[in-house]
T-cell receptor
């Protein structure tokens, strides 16, 4: 059974600081997704990482994928309050052919002024 | 705005009842997946439909069933509701660039 583990599960940080969320998974896959969820809302797609070594950046967020280590990271640069949300990583265990995602438990990020 | 809509937004049912949730995805998105998200947890895969056929199922009992229609809409049906079925139900459709777009969800409360 595929396991997807995120850490930390809770992250409280100050505005302006940097931090990294880690996503480890237990089976071979070269397709990983990052989503953001605001309270009571649906999931917003942030990044789709499709191959080993993939790196994508959008604003203050940067995601990377190391398929050999089965590890993805979501790096936050100079955090601002608007980034407060829950962040999920999700893995497609088929390696990208069937889109049946297994999600981590999520990281609740709180950015304090 | 993902182009994926769900109805209703909220629903309250009692144990033992049946419920139907609906999802409408973008034209051309042949794959629709349904997920259950309990409070404080990540979404869990229920099942997937591709061109109106079930295309895989997660660890959910048969009382969870679905349909997909030619107009890119789909349904999730749950029979004999249990208290633990209370959750946010999300549908997601898959675009040609491999992104999954999630709808706003239906919040189901079972009393």
């Amino acid at each position: 059974e595929l396991k997807v583990e995120q850490n930390p599960l809770f992250l409280s940080m100050q505005e302006g600081k940097n931090y990294t969320i880690y996503c480890n998974y237990s089976t071979t896959s070269d397709r990983l997704y990052w989503y953001r969820q605001d309270p009571g809302k649906s999931l917003e797609s942030l990044f789709v990482l499709l191959s080993n070594g993939a790196v994508k950046q959008e604003g203050r967020l940067m995601a990377s994928l190391d398929t050999k280590a089965r590890l993805s990271t979501l790096h936050i640069t100079a955090a601002v309050h608007d980034l407060s949300a829950t962040y999920f990583c999700a893995v497609d265990p088929s390696g990208g052919s069937n889109y049946k995602l297994t999600f981590g438990k999520g990281t609740l990020l709180t950015v304090n002024p | 705005e993902t182009g994926v809509t769900q109805s209703p937004t909220h629903l309250i049912k009692t144990r033992g009842q049946q419920v139907t949730l609906r999802c409408s995805s973008q034209s051309g998105h042949n794959t629709v997946s349904w997920y259950q998200q309990a409070l404080g947890q990540g979404p869990q895969f229920i099942f997937q439909y591709y061109r109106e056929e079930e295309n895989g199922r997660g660890n959910f009992p048969p009382r969870f069933s679905g349909l997909q229609f030619p107009n890119y809409s789909s349904e999730l049906n749950v029979n004999a509701l249990e208290l633990d079925d209370s959750a946010l139900y999300l549908c997601a459709s898959t675009a040609r660039n491999n992104e999954q777009f999630f709808g706003p969800g239906t919040r189901l409360t079972v009393l």
